[in-house]
């Protein structure tokens, strides 16, 4: 399904956040396994229940490999970059995936609990839907914890619909269009 052609590549770009820092937008990579497991230990248990909508202790290795190793075909993701007195830190991360053949892509997204409401997950879903749009996918979607309140805001900033889970009262579906252009 995915459209990989020079035309739909990621290109990284830098954003000023709402307090003045300054963080870098790129896809992952292989060497980002050591940060991005930094960065899941860092995180809160409220953060890792409503990104996972699991108790997560520690990110399994397999999850971490699947993570820094999005299949060419059918996902994407993004990592944000803090480089602070010389250290860089992964202080976001926005990723989706797609069943095969699908022209519905799911999105996931996490910022650093010390990183929140700076409008860096804004930035990360921007740089999500504009790629996922360019590779030709028709429609974003993501499942997010009726509690969540924060992710359902920036949603609905960002356009998307905001309706309740057929199977699961607990849960929304967050649900954009993605507009091409060529229509
Ligand atoms: C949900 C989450 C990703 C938000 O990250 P963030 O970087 O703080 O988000 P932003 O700063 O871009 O937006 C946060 C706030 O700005 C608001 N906002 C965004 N764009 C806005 C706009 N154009 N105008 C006004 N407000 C806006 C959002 O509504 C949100 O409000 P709130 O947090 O005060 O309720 C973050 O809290 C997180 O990582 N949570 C844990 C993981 C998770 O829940 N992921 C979602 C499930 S996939």
Not at 13 to 42: C, H, P, Q, S, W
Not at 95 to 102: E, L
Request: hydrophobic share 40%; proline share 4%; with cysteine.
């Amino acid at each position: 399904m995915q459209d990989r052609t020079p035309a739909t590549a990621f290109a990284p770009f830098n954003v000023t956040l709402r307090d003045g820092r300054e963080v870098l937008v790129r896809e992952i990579g292989d060497y980002d396994k050591a940060g991005l497991l930094v960065a899941f230990n860092r995180l809160s248990a409220d953060a890792r229940y409503t990104r996972f909508m699991a108790a997560m202790r520690q990110l399994p290795e397999a999850m971490l490999e699947q993570a820094t190793h999005p299949s060419p075909e059918r996902e994407f993701a993004l990592v944000a970059i803090a480089t602070e007195n010389d250290t860089r830190t992964i202080v976001g991360g926005a990723r989706y995936a797609a069943a095969p053949g699908s022209d519905l892509c799911e999105f996931a997204v996490t910022v650093s609990d010390n990183w929140h409401g700076l409008g860096l997950a804004s930035e990360l879903m921007r740089g999500l839907v504009d790629v996922a749009t360019r590779r030709g996918y028709r429609h974003m979607e993501g499942y997010v914890l009726s509690s969540n309140t924060s992710m359902r805001r920036l949603a609905k900033h960002l356009g998307f619909a905001d309706t309740p889970c057929p199977d699961d009262a607990t849960l929304r579906v967050v649900t954009l269009t993605l507009q091409s252009g060529e229509q």
